[in-house]
């Protein structure tokens, strides 16, 4: 069993900044693939960014490129998201997810077992 608890949303003006934070307790934190997803009101949840276990890869959504970087701190036990350049379409609730260890990164919200709570994020024009 993994937790993960985020925080860190709220409102900010478009071309603004914001980070999130998700902690996590409950499993062998290094080893996990993480991921942040979003969800804006009427749309299906998408995929954000992901992370391997030791932090060496990455991977985002298109929409996203150049503007967000997903980060972890093993020691903390925590996965970041530092949203840059943020875009009225980037309102949306984010979440947190845990994938597991010795897997690959994924982008399907099927391929993630463990989700947070969620945080949202708000965009102004």
């Known amino acids: 069993q993994v937790q993960l608890v985020e925080s860190g949303g709220g409102l900010v003006q478009a071309g603004g900044s914001l980070r999130l934070s998700c902690a996590a307790s409950g499993r062998t934190f290094s080893y996990i693939v993480m991921g942040w997803f979003r969800q804006a009101p009427g749309k299906e949840q998408e995929f954000v960014a992901a992370?391997?276990?030791?932090?060496?890869?990455?991977y985002y959504e298109d929409s996203v490129k150049g503007r967000f970087t997903i980060s972890r701190d093993n020691a903390k036990s925590t996965v970041y998201l530092q949203m840059n350049s943020l875009k009225p379409e980037d309102t949306a609730v984010y979440y947190c997810?845990?994938?597991?260890?010795?897997?690959?990164?994924?982008?399907?919200?099927?391929?993630?077992?463990?989700w947070g709570q969620g945080t949202q994020v708000t965009v102004s024009s």
């Open positions: 992370i391997t276990g030791n932090g060496g890869s990455t």
């Open positions: 997810a845990a994938r597991g260890s010795g897997v690959s990164l994924a982008t399907g919200t099927g391929n993630y077992p463990y």
